[in-house]
Structure formats: C-alpha cells, structure tokens
C-alpha cells in the first residue's frame, strides 16, 4: 500500500503512478487556470496593457480621486461599451456630480452595455445598474475591495486550494526526499497561503503594500510548482532504488 512503500513513488505500480501523473497534471492545469483567472480579472483595472501593481492597488486598495463607476468603465469595463462616445459620455456624467436629474442621459448606454451582466437577476459580483438607485453607491470615492468582498474572496480561496494543497503534500511525503528537505516544502506550502491571503488584507488596508499581493502569489505558485513537479520528476525520471524498474504490474 501507498503508506508502506518507503522506496519512492517510482516503485508505485504503473497503474498507481499514471494515476499520481493525471492528479498531478490536473491539479498543475487548475493552477495555471487560476493565473489565467487572475490576469483576466485583474489586468484591465488601470485600463493599460499587461498586469501590474497599480492594477492590484486600484482592486485592493482603490482610488480616492475617483468613483468605483468611473473606474469600472475607464479601465475593466471598458471593453463591455460599445464605442468611446459611450464611454465618455458616461465619465462626463460623473464627473458633473452624477446627478440623478441628468441620469437618463446615459440610462440607454448603461441598459445597452450592462444590463446582462448587472440587472437585478444576474447582479454579477453583487453589482446592480438597473436604476440611479442602483448606481449611486458606486459614484463615491472609490475604496478598493469592500471587507464584506475580501471576506468571501478569502473563504472561498482557502476552502478551494487548501485541499487539493493538503493532497499534493501527501503525495510528495512519499517521494524518496530527505524529511529536513520534505519538513522545509510543506510548512513553505501552508505558509503561502497565509502569505497570499494575508497580502489581500494588508493591501487593502495600505496603498504601497499593493507589491504584497504579487509576491503572495509567487510563494503560492512556488509551493505549487514543487509539490507538482518533483513527484512527477520522481516517478518517471529517477531510477528505483537499487537500480530496479519501477513496477510495471497492477
């Protein structure tokens, strides 16, 4: 059995070891789907190419010069109207004070361009813009990440990952690493997820340490990558002990 092979996950049966392999590749491919995730999530904030700390600043921390709406339709909703008039007349209404009298100058443009996602029944990420009731929350200063948000961003990422982390861990308990070498990995792995969702909060709370979240992420993707790659190295790349095939039999 799996807890009593001391040898190394390359003595596994063939059948165990190609089941270790598509774990660890599917668990590597949801990882890297993850990344993927955030970039689309995250890389249109400051409405510039490419992902960077000031993408992560506005979504955390946010921009007290300006409104969340004006934010959201100058940087990652931009894409969802349809042409830079739009655009702009939107931003010219807001920056007019967003007045409730004015509102049905871009009622049409905001029922056009976000209604599927943020009427009152889909209400995507709790956002609703069926009415100037509806908006007027998101024409004050913009303060990032509300705590409510951050708390179901957190809950959900930790239950997500923690899991599949554990199960990695277990998996590489049994490779043929020295326990300092094994001892060092998984507490390293486990930390990174309090350094992660630690950096969310940290930078929520201070602009500058927008930096944070980036290397959360990096210590999150790190941990991953070891526990992923080095059970896998070790099944089909190291010689069994002793020099022996690995176990080809059921």
């Not at 590749?25 to 249109?44: D, E, F, H, K, T």
């Not at 709790?126 to 961003?153: C, E, F, H, N, T």
């Not at 059970?231 to 176990?247: M, N, Q, R, Y």
Request: aromatic share 10%.
């Amino acid at each position: 059995m799996l807890w009593q092979d001391s040898k190394g996950l390359n003595r596994l049966p063939l059948s165990f070891r190609l089941g270790l392999t598509a774990f660890l590749v599917v668990a590597g491919l949801g990882y890297l789907l993850g990344l993927a995730n955030i970039w689309v999530s995250y890389a249109p904030v400051d409405g510039k190419p490419g992902l960077s700390v000031a993408d992560i600043r506005l979504s955390f921390y946010g921009d007290p010069s300006g409104s969340k709406l004006e934010k959201a339709v100058t940087g990652g909703m931009r894409q969802y109207l349809s042409s830079d008039a739009d655009k702009d007349a939107v931003v010219g209404w807001i920056k007019a004070g967003g007045k409730e009298s004015s509102f049905d100058s871009i009622q049409p443009i905001i029922s056009t361009s976000c209604a599927s996602c943020h009427s009152a029944e889909v209400a995507t990420a709790g956002i609703v813009l069926a009415s100037y009731k509806d908006i007027s929350p998101l024409l004050a200063s913009d303060s990032g990440k509300s705590v409510s948000r951050l708390i179901g961003l957190s809950h959900t990422h930790v239950n997500a990952l923690l899991s599949l982390m554990f199960c990695l861990s277990v998996v590489f308990s049994f490779t043929r690493y020295s326990n300092k070498i094994k001892g060092v990995v998984m507490v390293f792995a486990f930390a990174s997820f309090v350094i992660d969702v630690g950096s969310w909060w940290v930078a929520k709370a201070v602009a500058a340490a927008a930096p944070l979240v980036i290397v959360g992420g990096m210590c999150l993707g790190l941990a991953y990558a070891v526990l992923v790659f080095l059970p896998l190295h070790e099944i089909w790349l190291v010689k069994a002990e002793g020099g022996s095939k690995p176990k080809q039999g059921a």
